[in-house]
């Protein structure tokens, strides 16, 4: 069973599992050769600075070393730098949070998720379009935009019993290159 305790224990999973994810790490904020080095190992339009430490945390979207650098002062000890998904938003399909709870029994699934190009995993519970507590059988959850991308890749990865921010797009990016995109695991925080 996966256990996760943090944003760093999610980051450290998402690669042991090998996840498809966008090129992210965390840091310390005194780290600035390695925030320098992460920029210029992965070239993009921008990149997303997040607390490490809190949920639902300050953030910025930097465009290079020195803005990241500059915005560093409103972090505590660790920060999360990863290549911006904004350049990609008129490719969502489907964006939420999702958990497949299974036993011996049955599989249900908890999913709350939105597919307008403004999701976002802040805001999905706002305005979910989809917000179901079902079964695995049940038709409604087929019909979601993306749903057999997302759980062909969550049965893949044998991501069972874990919060999975997913994102589901039309074209194959991220680090190995597929539709779905992992932004975090979660369990117990």
């Known amino acids: 069973m996966i256990e996760i305790k943090d944003k760093k224990d999610s980051i450290v999973k998402m690669k042991e599992l090998r996840l498809n994810y966008f090129p992210l790490d965390v840091f310390q904020i005194s780290d600035e050769d390695g925030i320098e080095n992460f920029i210029n190992s992965?070239?993009?339009?921008?990149y997303v600075l997040r607390s490490a430490n809190k949920a639902k945390g300050d953030f910025f979207f930097v465009k290079n070393?020195?803005?990241?650098?500059?915005?560093?002062k409103f972090f505590e000890?660790?920060?999360?730098?990863?290549?911006?998904?904004?350049?990609?938003?008129?490719?969502i399909v489907l964006v939420g949070d999702i958990i497949i709870h299974k036993d011996f029994y049955s599989q249900t699934v908890d999913i709350t998720a939105r597919d307008d190009i403004?999701?976002?995993?802040?805001?999905?519970?706002?305005n979910p379009k989809y917000n179901l507590h079902t079964s695995i059988e049940d038709d409604k959850l087929w019909k979601i935009p993306g749903i057999s991308k997302l759980m062909r890749y969550?049965?893949?990865?044998?991501?069972?019993?874990?919060?999975?921010?997913?994102?589901v797009y039309d074209?194959?990016?991220g680090v190995n290159k597929d539709n779905v995109v992992i932004s975090e695991l979660r369990t117990g925080y």
Not at 118 to 126: K, M, S, V
Not at 154 to 167: A, G, Q, R
């Open 171 to 173: 074209c194959k990016i």
């Open 65 to 72: 070393f020195d803005e990241a650098k500059e915005k560093l």
């Open 118 to 126: 403004e999701a976002t995993h802040r805001n999905i519970y706002e």
């Open 154 to 167: 969550i049965t893949d990865n044998e991501l069972y019993n874990v919060i999975i921010e997913f994102s």
């Open 77 to 91: 000890e660790d920060v999360t730098i990863s290549v911006s998904y904004n350049p990609y938003k008129e490719d």
């Open 42 to 46: 992965f070239p993009a339009e921008e």
